[in-house]
């Protein structure tokens, strides 16, 4: 299995930047797909970016996912911010059915 600890979450305002890491720990990270979601209070959790599924909507052309298999990290650059992308933001890794959840960092955008 592996674990996953997210960070770089804060408070930013409209139109700016942040970068959210994903933290690796485990076996055979390069073989683990991994995704980005987001859940806002009141909301249903909900793909943000996948190195297959692509982006939603609401992101494309703000945000892009990468990775770096010889730090075992998974990295969301944000870029162009906007309020109704606060949201806790999950790191996932899948492999064949089997999912796994980091704890979440908060990404709050507001003046």
């Known amino acids: 299995q592996v674990q996953l600890v997210e960070s770089g979450g804060g408070l930013v305002q409209p139109g700016g930047s942040l970068r959210l890491s994903c933290a690796a720990s485990?076996?055979?990270?390069?073989?683990?797909?991994m995704s980005w979601y987001r859940q806002a209070p009141g909301k249903e959790r909900e793909l943000v970016a996948g190195g297959s599924t692509g982006y939603a909507d609401s992101v494309k052309g703000r945000f892009t996912i990468s990775r770096d298999n010889a730090k075992n990290t998974v990295y969301l650059q944000m870029n162009s911010l906007k309020p109704e992308d606060t949201a806790v933001y999950y790191c996932?890794?899948?492999?064949?059915?089997?999912?796994?959840w980091g704890q979440g960092t908060q990404v709050t955008v507001s003046s």
């Open positions: 996932n890794a899948r492999r064949w059915s089997t999912h796994y």
């Open positions: 485990g076996n055979a990270f390069s073989s683990y797909a």
